[in-house]
């Protein structure tokens, strides 16, 4: 299990720039004009995790396979996309497709790229695509609510459940707050999802700088993130400039490359993890001679639950797990030394994996 996220932004921001070096290819066109990107491009990236290769070198695995993680590069949205201005609805089908957001906000200045609204504010060109994410939820709850409302009073279980989901959604958007902020019980998340709404969606901030900002950020970026964690977002500083010359070095040349920049990591690490931490997902790994692998799951998924990421027969047919924790199994040598030192457990069916636990699973056939 991955996550796909959609990476959204006013036209000029650097979004197709960062997309091109996310997925290091040049199939996303990066030019100086609104509407560069006419379909979304679609990307697959590897999640870079070094316990991979600590974890393969102890077992001697032929093969290394890291999880994977989806990129859409959507194009720019203007003031008045949910009325249909710009590229319009297109791209707003586009967004309700992805689990999460990456909005791109230009935190640089740079006479040559224009910017569609005129000024460097990265808050504004926030509220610009924030409005029109809330405005699309808007029209979308009101022409089903009298008629939720209708099979709710006939006695419809269901309609009476969703029909008070969208009644608080619609409060908080008639007052130009976001539908994420509903309140909400565990129990109601899956039918809220259901809705489909635009606003839901979590969002990461990619703050995007130019090289004299990537490392600490600027008083742009500032301003940013004081707003990401007033409501509970995720962000970022990133240089989609430097990602995207980053992106065509050999691996050596990268770390020199970073090194003179004064950076300790791409920006995809932190775009990830980022990523990671705003939507809840851990990674366990499977070991052996044949391959180490990565898989990734929710955060407080059940041990046959996330035996079924790998196959649907192993939850159907799960014993139990047996477990060790990454560090346990690095610092004893692998399963062997964990297993004399007592660090290999036996887990059942209520076990809640962990991030980092190396698994291998018993199940019936």
Known sequence: MGFKCGIVGLPNVGKSTLFNALTQTA????????????????????????????????????EIIPTRLTFVDIAGLVRGASKGEGLGNQFLANIRECDAVAHVVRCF???????????????????????????????SLERRVVALEKKAKGGDKEARETFDLVSRALVLLREGKPARLVERKPDEERLFDSLGLLSSKPVLYVCNV???????????????????????AQAVV???????????????????????????EPGLNRVIRAGYDLLGLVTYFTVGPKETRAWTI?????????????????????IRAETIAYPDYVALKGEGGARDAGKLRLE??????????????????
Do not use: W
């Not at 600027?218 to 301003?223: D, G, P």
């Not at 400039?241 to 004064?262: H, M, N, T, W, Y």
């Open 27 to 62: 199939a996303a066109q990066a030019a100086n004009y609104p509407f560069c990107t006419i379909e979304p491009n679609v990307g697959e990236v590897a999640v870079p995790d070094p316990r991979l290769d600590a974890l393969a070198a102890i077992a001697g695995s032929k």
């Open 109 to 139: 200045e740079d006479g040559d790229i224009t910017h569609v609204e005129g000024a460097i504010d990265p808050l504004a060109d926030v509220e610009t695509i924030e409005t029109e994410l809330m405005l699309a939820d808007l029209d």
């Open 210 to 232: 130019d090289e004299a900002a990537a490392a600490d950020g600027n008083a742009l970026t500032e301003r940013v993130f004081v707003r990401a964690k007033a409501e509970g």
């Open 238 to 264: 990133v240089s989609a400039k430097i990602e995207s010359e980053i992106a065509v070095l050999p691996p050596d040349e990268q770390r020199d490359f970073l090194e003179a920049v004064g950076l300790e």
């Open 298 to 318: 929710t955060k407080g998924l059940r041990a046959p639950q996330a035996a079924g990421v790998i196959h649907t027969d192993f939850e159907k047919g799960f």
């Open 348 to 365: 059942g069916k209520d076990y809640v994996v962990l991030d980092g636990d190396v698994l291998h699973f018993r199940f019936a056939n």
